[in-house]
């Protein structure tokens, strides 16, 4: 599950990566925040499909380590799904396009189909992860 959710985690990524050029020449702050979220859920996606929370390099509680990743990774993707969200519906909430609703691409159906995929296979890890009760 965990490389699926890497897969899906990339392709968003690199979705982002490939307009964040554009919001460059729209405004230098919506170019900024489309290469920081490239950047972000490209490095995730590779922390997950590498394995990259190993206790054999990890000191400490790694099954806590790596359900922490699951439920960050989940609230960074459904903000990112939100934002997305608002951006559509109300308009966007900064910068010189403020107020002005954007239209939905064939790029954007790409990046958040993977992501909704994405938070869905967290939303599985977490469940799968769960601390087990100890039985008296």
Request: overall charge positive; hydrophobic content about 50%; glycine content about 14%.
């Amino acid at each position: 599950m965990e490389k699926f959710v890497g897969v899906c985690v990339i392709v968003s990524g690199t979705a982002h990566g490939l307009v964040t050029q554009d919001h460059f020449r729209e405004w230098w702050g919506y170019g900024v925040f489309f290469l920081a979220t490239a950047i972000c859920l490209i490095g995730f996606g590779l922390a997950l499909l590498t394995d990259a929370i190993d206790p054999r390099y990890m000191p400490g509680n790694v099954h806590r380590i790596r359900r922490l990743m699951y439920a960050v990774g989940a609230l960074g993707i459904l903000g990112i799904l939100g934002l997305y969200a608002l951006t559509r519906t109300l308009g966007i909430p900064l910068g010189p396009g403020s107020g002005s609703v954007e239209q939905v691409g064939a790029i954007d159906l790409v990046a958040k189909t993977t992501e909704l995929l994405a938070v869905a296979g967290l939303a599985v890890l977490l469940v799968k992860t769960r601390p087990r009760e100890i039985q008296p």
